[in-house]
């Protein structure tokens, strides 16, 4: 059996000042994972990813990186570790390669006399062969971002920590690192990814944790993350009135009326004489359905709050 190459216990940072910032985590990300670390701004994750990778000691609590106590073990682990958190400073005037080789060259433990091939492969696993002869100052946003993964990249690894990866991106950049991130992980490399965004989730992790306000609230994979909640029963009708009523009538609970939409839980009730019930009742009938929960139903849920709200 693989150990999970991310698990933490009681994970604490409380800053001077006394504010908790990360209070008593407990994460475990399974080997081969993509795990969305999932919080609005604030919520801790930047802080729960530099005591992962060792750049601030936590107040209380433990971690393991690959099976290894953090920071402890920390020359033998980070050679096995991608990571990206605050996007590495490029010079402009240099090339995509010419910056990669850089980085490498402050790198102790990378091998000089593979830098060149190493380097060519980094850029070609994070699409950039084409452009390794540019000057970066010519690179899109989107491009910048995969060369910085290239970096991360250098090396083999077993793990990669990416903090915000999609952050400050136009949808095409965004498109671009997302794509990349799932096709790096296909090839086995564990992901661990921070985002305050939802939909990045569904379209890119196949597990999550959801922070909120330094705690972790819930791990599982999305799929169960959405399954925690029931479908709900969606109707629109210009007699939302009328359909209200007899919707309760028929057992439907937490009813609520948004211009033409009534919407409730249907529970175990039959779904398929509900819209019997509402034509007899002279409802007119424009849309009806069950509609599956959305991961942002389920934060929501969770945290009780709108995904935006950040404190
Ligand atoms: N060095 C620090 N000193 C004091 N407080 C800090 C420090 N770093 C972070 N904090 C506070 O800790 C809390 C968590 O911040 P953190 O950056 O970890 O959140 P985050 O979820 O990564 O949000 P963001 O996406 O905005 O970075 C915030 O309230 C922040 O103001």
Redesign the pocket.
Known sequence: MTSAPVVTHGLT?R???G?V??DAVDLEVPAGSVFGFL????????????MLLGL?APTSGAVELLGEPMPKAHLRVLPRVGALVEGPAFYPFWTGQANLLRFDAADRTADPKTRKARAGEALERVGLSNAAGKKVRAYSLGMRQRLAIAVALMQRRELLVL??PT?GLDPQGTREVRHLIKELASDGTTVFT?T?LLAEVEQVCTHAAV?SR?KLLRQSTVEDLRAGLRPRLVVRTPDAGTAAETLQGLGVTDLKTSGDTVEGDPGELPVEKFAAALVAADVRIHGFGLERPSLEDAFVALTGEGFDV??
Do not use: C, L, Y
């Open positions: 940072k800053f001077h000042g504010q910032a990360v919080g609005p701004n604030g919520s801790g994750k930047t802080t729960t990813i530099r601030i903090d915000e952050n921070s305050h922070m330094g950040a404190e």
